[in-house]
Nanobody, 124 residues
Framework: QVRLVESGGGLVQPGGSLRLSCAASGIIASIDAVDWYRQTPGKQRELVARMDSEDTTTYANSVKGRFTVSVDHAKDTVYLQMNSLKSEDTAVYYC??????????????????WGQGTQVTVSS
């Protein structure tokens, strides 16, 4: 079983930066892919960043050039670095991580796990 714990959200002024973290716990063999989503009240969850199994990254046009997704495999933690934040980035941010668990290949199991969400508020 996999548990994800998000951190790093908060209140920041426009133009500022935040780094969101999403730490996976469990018997993690590998982190295979990562998505970061955000959601505001009354709107559908929006995909903002993705890193696939080949470490290829893609971003929503609204965050391209400002947000960066990364993975620290040694720490089983994924990150979303957010720079030049704007008021429209205000949302609850969720990580969605595909992981492989198990000590040995014969015990490997794939999981799709979600973080609990962290609030990001960009306001002066």
């Amino acid at each position: 079983q996999v548990r994800l714990v998000e951190s790093g959200g908060g209140l920041v002024q426009p133009g500022g930066s935040l780094r969101l973290s999403c730490a996976a716990s469990g018997i993690i063999a590998s982190i295979d892919a990562v998505d970061w989503y955000r959601q505001t009240p009354g709107k559908q969850r929006e995909l903002v960043a993705r890193m696939d199994s080949e470490d290829t990254t893609t971003y929503a046009n609204s965050v391209k050039g400002r947000f960066t997704v990364s993975v620290d495999h040694a720490k089983d933690t994924v990150y979303l670095q957010m720079n030049s934040l704007k008021s429209e980035d205000t949302a609850v941010y969720y990580c969605n991580v595909r992981v492989t668990t198990g000590w040995v290949p014969t015990e490997y199991h794939e999981y799709d796990a979600w973080g609990q969400g962290t609030q990001v508020t960009v306001s002066s």
